[in-house]
């Protein structure tokens, strides 16, 4: 255990020394100047003033110079400060990342729900009439894109129902009742893609599952069918589903980048998009290695769910 | 002072018992419809078994034995499949029951230990909970009471240290151990019907007779009555009361089995009997197979399935099917036209041999090869490992 720990924190590091490295020479080699997000349009055309911007800010320094710099600050907690506001990068970041979390969380959650159920129910009546609605429902869910989903919700729920508000988003501080409706429909849009992929993963090895012995000798013993399929039959089909939520929820935050931006909620992901287009690099190396973190995380966190899930991993190790 | 050791074959207890009709089997069949036509795979069977009787069902692989286990305890096979046929088990029809009702025998009074250990208990669970676990849902046992019933059913199956085993999950336990820890599950609600459908044919050879004593010892202390299907006439010798001997669906021999060894009627009994390897037989004697293969269920020969691989064939075999009849004594019954030991039989055998039909050729290579090895080792014929 001890040594997965620290192989994974090594890993983590590694990662992260990666990946914001290629963020770092990605987005300087991008056309367009960081200056140009620093200082107004008229006051670009006075070279002097430029070219003193560019000292303060280090920008004349080689890319690798700036890079550890970034790197050393990092390190003690400093990302920077916002190219565009001026603000510590940090303290955006923990106004936002919540609501970013927030928002992930109860879409993985809610599909989970979801699909958990409907693809073992779709599995154990393989071929039946129920098993090809299922089926088909989710091959639908399957090719809407998220923003299509995102706004047949707003129509139906938001405009016409007038069940949840259509945009904007109200903190958990503003009371839980308003947060749950304002993360509902967002939430909704990114899980319907997340409960069709994890129903037809689950359905197909639930299928597998079903026709082995101990699930015949299992019934042999007079056990309920209930109890078959959801004490014999579903732990042995979670292992597929476990990794792709795992590996899912590596899209979703681009899911929830387009999300956000359609629901206007001030996360991450709309921050991210707002960053690049402004060529704010700091906000971009930031929230890029924080998704790189989380990444990772999720893939931790996936490991230990196996050994959760599968109880000979758990004696081997 | 219990008697933990006992000598296996002792004689039958079962007629000294009350020997009441537990299961009654009559004409049944059961055929699967597939692209490719109808299999029958069970074509006709019928017997009567008492309680505390135990029967053993030998045939080739596809000989339909496991489908008719299967298809009395009314377990499905698989789908676009018909059983008709009556099947009594203490006086109802099994084949009439619901789904429901079926559900409600099972594992209570029907239970059955599967073939393969390794693949029939489920690798996520541990071995105390599926020895136990249907015991608590037929009969609402506690918690710790299951537990200490678990413990004494892995104690009984001879499970060394089952209080250090019943957590454990199953690929921590070897083959042997595995098939007696089904054996406990099979016997936890105390069925008074057992099937065991090829008990020990996963099993290395040298656990494969400690697991058919345990049976053997349970189905005798518990007076339940037990149907042993194998391929292997080995494993049912001085095991089982009674013998069907099962070919392409169809029951070909039937008698005591006892009676089964001493006074085989059916060709196809004498060969499997044949390929029994005997100790008594040289080392590297090659073994004696059947020539040919069984013949596909969807397409059967006409006249005796038998007939394309018998050593006796006669035109009269290709063109009629035997019926089951008693030969001797009313116990026993075989389905053959030149019955073994008949002098119709030593006149057929005498004109495929000079016919040269191969598995005729083949027959007389093993007998004259059996014969050489007599001579030579000393050692009486007829003796079964």
Same mark, same amino acid.
């Given at each position: 255990?001890?040594?997965?720990?620290?192989?994974? !924190?090594?890993?983590?590091?590694?990662?992260?020394?990666?990946?914001?490295?290629?963020?770092?020479?990605?987005?300087?080699?991008?056309?367009?100047?960081?200056?140009?997000?620093?200082?107004?349009?008229?006051?670009?055309?006075?070279?002097?003033?430029?070219?003193?911007?560019?000292?303060?800010?280090?920008?004349?320094?080689?890319?690798?110079?700036?890079?550890?710099?970034?790197?050393?600050?990092?390190?003690?907690?400093?990302?920077?400060?916002?190219?565009?506001?001026?603000?510590?990068?940090?303290?955006?970041?923990?106004?936002?990342?919540?609501?970013?979390?927030?928002?992930?969380?109860?879409?993985?959650?809610?599909?989970?729900?979801?699909?958990?159920?409907?693809?073992?129910?779709?599995?154990?009546?393989?071929?039946?009439?129920?098993?090809?609605?299922?089926?088909?429902?989710?091959?639908?869910?399957?090719?809407?894109?998220?923003?299509?989903?995102?706004?047949?919700?707003?129509?139906?729920?938001?405009?016409?129902?007038?069940?949840?508000?259509?945009?904007?988003?109200?903190?958990?501080?503003?009371?839980?009742?308003?947060?749950?409706? *304002?993360? @509902?429909?967002?939430?909704? *849009?990114?899980?319907?893609?997340?409960? @069709?992929?994890?129903?037809?993963?689950?359905?197909?090895?639930?299928?597998?599952?079903?026709?082995?012995?101990?699930?015949?000798?299992?019934?042999?013993?007079?056990?309920?069918?209930?109890?078959?399929?959801?004490?014999?039959?579903?732990?042995?089909?979670?292992?597929?589903?476990?990794?792709?939520?795992? !590996?899912?929820?590596?899209?979703?935050?681009?899911?929830?980048?387009?999300?956000?931006?359609?629901?206007?909620?001030?996360?991450?992901?709309?921050?991210?998009?707002?960053?690049?287009?402004?060529?704010?690099?700091?906000?971009?190396? @930031?929230?890029?290695?924080?998704?790189?973190?989380?990444?990772?995380?999720?893939?931790?966190?996936?490991?230990?769910?196996?050994?959760?899930?599968?109880?000979?991993?758990?004696?081997?190790? | 002072?219990?008697?933990?050791?006992?000598?296996?074959?002792?004689?039958?207890?079962?007629?000294?018992?009350?020997?009441?009709?537990?299961?009654?089997?009559?004409?049944?069949?059961?055929?699967?419809? /597939?692209?490719?036509?109808?299999?029958?795979?069970?074509?006709?069977?019928?017997?009567?078994?008492?309680?505390?009787?135990?029967?053993?069902?030998?045939?080739?692989?596809?000989?339909?034995?496991?489908?008719?286990?299967?298809?009395?305890?009314?377990?499905?096979?698989?789908?676009?499949?018909?059983?008709?046929?009556?099947?009594?088990?203490?006086?109802?029809?099994?084949?009439? /029951?619901?789904?429901?009702?079926?559900?409600?025998?099972?594992?209570?009074?029907?239970?059955?230990?599967?073939?393969?250990?390794?693949?029939?208990?489920?690798?996520?669970?541990?071995?105390?909970?599926?020895?136990?676990?249907?015991?608590?849902?037929?009969?609402?046992?506690?918690?710790?009471?299951?537990?200490?019933?678990?413990?004494?059913?892995?104690?009984?199956?001879?499970?060394?240290?089952?209080?250090?085993?019943?957590?454990? /999950?199953?690929?921590?336990?070897?083959?042997?151990?595995?098939?007696?820890?089904?054996?406990?599950?099979? /016997?936890?609600?105390?069925?008074?019907?057992?099937?065991?459908?090829?008990?020990?044919?996963?099993?290395?050879?040298?656990?494969?007779?400690?697991?058919?004593?345990?049976?053997?010892?349970?189905?005798?202390?518990?007076?339940?009555?037990?149907?042993?299907?194998?391929?292997?006439?080995?494993?049912?010798?001085?095991?089982?009361?009674?013998?069907?001997?099962?070919?392409?669906?169809?029951?070909?021999?039937? =008698?005591?089995?006892?009676?089964?060894?001493?006074?085989?009627?059916?060709?196809?009994?004498?060969?499997?009997?044949?390929?029994?390897?005997?100790?008594?037989?040289?080392?590297?004697?090659?073994?004696?197979?059947?020539?040919?293969?069984?013949?596909?269920?969807?397409?059967?020969?006409?006249?005796?399935?038998?007939?394309?691989?018998?050593?006796?064939?006669?035109?009269?075999?290709?063109?009629?099917?035997?019926?089951?009849?008693?030969?001797?004594?009313?116990?026993?019954?075989?389905?053959?036209?030149?019955?073994?030991?008949?002098?119709?039989?030593?006149?057929?055998?005498?004109?495929?041999?000079?016919?040269?039909?191969?598995?005729?050729?083949?027959?007389?290579?093993?007998?004259?090869?059996?014969?050489?090895?007599?001579?030579? =080792?000393?050692?009486?014929?007829?003796?079964?490992?």
């Amino acid at each position: 255990m001890q040594k997965m720990i620290v192989g994974r !924190l090594t890993r983590l590091v590694v990662t992260v020394l990666v990946v914001s490295f290629v963020t770092f020479v990605g987005v300087n080699v991008l056309p367009g100047d960081p200056v140009n997000a620093l200082i107004p349009i008229d006051a670009q055309q006075d070279r002097e003033f430029v070219e003193q911007i560019r000292e303060e800010w280090g920008l004349n320094d080689p890319m690798v110079v700036r890079y550890g710099r970034w790197l050393g600050d990092a390190v003690q907690g400093d990302l920077g400060r916002s190219l565009v506001t001026g603000q510590p990068v940090t303290d955006e970041i923990t106004h936002r990342l919540p609501i970013t979390l927030e928002l992930m969380a109860v879409a993985v959650g809610f599909s989970l729900l979801i699909a958990v159920p409907l693809g073992a129910f779709s599995g154990y009546r393989e071929g039946r009439r129920s098993d090809r609605l299922v089926s088909g429902l989710a091959q639908a869910g399957l090719s809407l894109p998220v923003f299509v989903t995102g706004l047949i919700l707003i129509y139906v729920f938001a405009l016409r129902l007038q069940w949840f508000p259509a945009v904007g988003w109200n903190r958990l501080s503003d009371g839980l009742g308003p947060n749950l409706k *304002s993360v @509902a429909l967002p939430a909704l *849009s990114l899980a319907v893609t997340e409960i @069709a992929v994890y129903t037809r993963v689950l359905r197909s090895d639930m299928i597998a599952t079903l026709k082995e012995n101990y699930i015949l000798s299992a019934r042999a013993k007079g056990l309920t069918d209930r109890f078959v399929l959801f004490r014999h039959g579903l732990r042995p089909s979670l292992l597929t589903l476990v990794t792709v939520v795992g !590996l899912n929820i590596g899209f979703l935050i681009g899911g929830s980048l387009v999300i956000e931006y359609l629901f206007a909620i001030p996360g991450l992901g709309k921050r991210l998009f707002s960053a690049i287009q402004q060529r704010d690099f700091m906000m971009v190396q @930031a929230i890029t290695v924080l998704i790189t973190v989380f990444y990772v995380i999720v893939n931790t966190a996936t490991d230990l769910v196996y050994m959760v899930v599968d109880p000979r991993i758990r004696r081997t190790n | 002072m219990a008697i933990s050791q006992e000598p296996v074959d002792t004689s039958t207890p079962s007629e000294s018992m009350e020997g009441s009709e537990i299961l009654r089997v009559e004409d049944l069949h059961t055929s699967f419809f /597939l692209p490719i036509g109808e299999l029958q795979a069970v074509r006709g069977v019928s017997f009567t078994l008492k309680r505390g009787q135990s029967l053993g069902i030998v045939g080739e692989s596809g000989s339909g034995k496991t489908v008719l286990a299967r298809s009395i305890m009314g377990l499905t096979l698989a789908k676009h499949v018909e059983i008709s046929g009556k099947a009594f088990f203490n006086g109802r029809d099994l084949l009439t /029951l619901s789904r429901r009702e079926m559900r409600s025998l099972w594992g209570t009074e029907i239970a059955m230990i599967f073939q393969d250990p390794m693949t029939s208990l489920n690798p996520m669970v541990k071995i105390g909970r599926q020895v136990i676990e249907h015991l608590r849902q037929h009969k609402n046992v506690d918690r710790r009471e299951a537990k200490q019933i678990a413990l004494d059913l892995l104690n009984e199956v001879r499970i060394p240290e089952a209080e250090s085993r019943i957590d454990r /999950l199953p690929h921590e336990l070897s083959g042997g151990m595995r098939q007696r820890v089904s054996i406990a599950s099979a /016997l936890a609600c105390e069925p008074s019907l057992l099937f065991a459908d090829e008990p020990t044919t996963a099993l290395d050879v040298t656990v494969q007779h400690q697991i058919l004593n345990l049976l053997s010892r349970e189905q005798r202390q518990r007076n339940m009555t037990m149907v042993l299907v194998t391929h292997d006439l080995g494993v049912i010798a001085g095991r089982t009361d009674e013998t069907l001997v099962m070919y392409a669906g169809k029951v070909v021999e039937q =008698a005591p089995t006892a009676e089964i060894f001493d006074n085989t009627q059916h060709p196809y009994t004498e060969a499997l009997m044949r390929s029994i390897p005997r100790t008594s037989q040289p080392s590297h004697t090659p073994l004696a197979a059947i020539t040919g293969r069984p013949p596909v269920a969807t397409h059967l020969p006409k006249g005796c399935a038998f007939s394309p691989r018998c050593p006796y064939v006669q035109p009269r075999c290709h063109e009629e099917d035997p019926s089951l009849v008693s030969i001797g004594t009313s116990e026993h019954k075989a389905a053959c036209w030149y019955p073994v030991g008949s002098d119709a039989n030593r006149e057929a055998f005498e004109r495929n041999l000079s016919d040269r039909l191969p598995q005729t050729l083949a027959v007389a290579e093993a007998l004259d090869a059996d014969q050489g090895s007599e001579t030579s =080792a000393d050692v009486p014929d007829g003796e079964l490992t």
